[in-house]
């Protein structure tokens, strides 16, 4: 084995060391989501602010793991002689040895699978926390009376009118 090989070889190493760190990171990140719509259905203000500092701290000890893997990144592009944004898991395993590249697949199927996790709870909780921001308007406009058509009653006798025309709270002085 060569110096370029054996470099080679340690630098993905690292890498794939690195990249465990980030599917740890994100499985982290979807128990957030996860954890987050539970306590924002629960209106639970502590919970919410204690899971805001949990989530300031992971994100502090992911950027400098982000920083590390594009270290990592430009350093394996130098040996190949690759430009840096074509350093990529599915090119790097046609390249390394063959034990290597057993396990440069593995950890690219597990971030494909984790990352696709992570997108269905963000998803989830994109949908849930644009049903309440709805909810809260419609509850506003309700309240307020800035939304003048709420909907239409009927009279006794068929007739009909919008609602809205009386609000809970009169903001005139």
Known sequence: MNTTTTELTERVDELLLVLQKDLVHIERSIEKLSELRELVIRRDDSGLNRLLEQIQSQSREYI???KLREQLRRQIARILGWPVDEVRLGRLQ?????????HVGQVRRRLQDVISRLQNEHAGTVMLLADLARFNNMLLNTILETGQACGITYDARGGTSRGGEIAFVNLQF
């Open 64 to 66: 400098e793991n982000q």
């Open 94 to 102: 046609q390249t390394v040895s063959a034990e290597q590249a057993i």
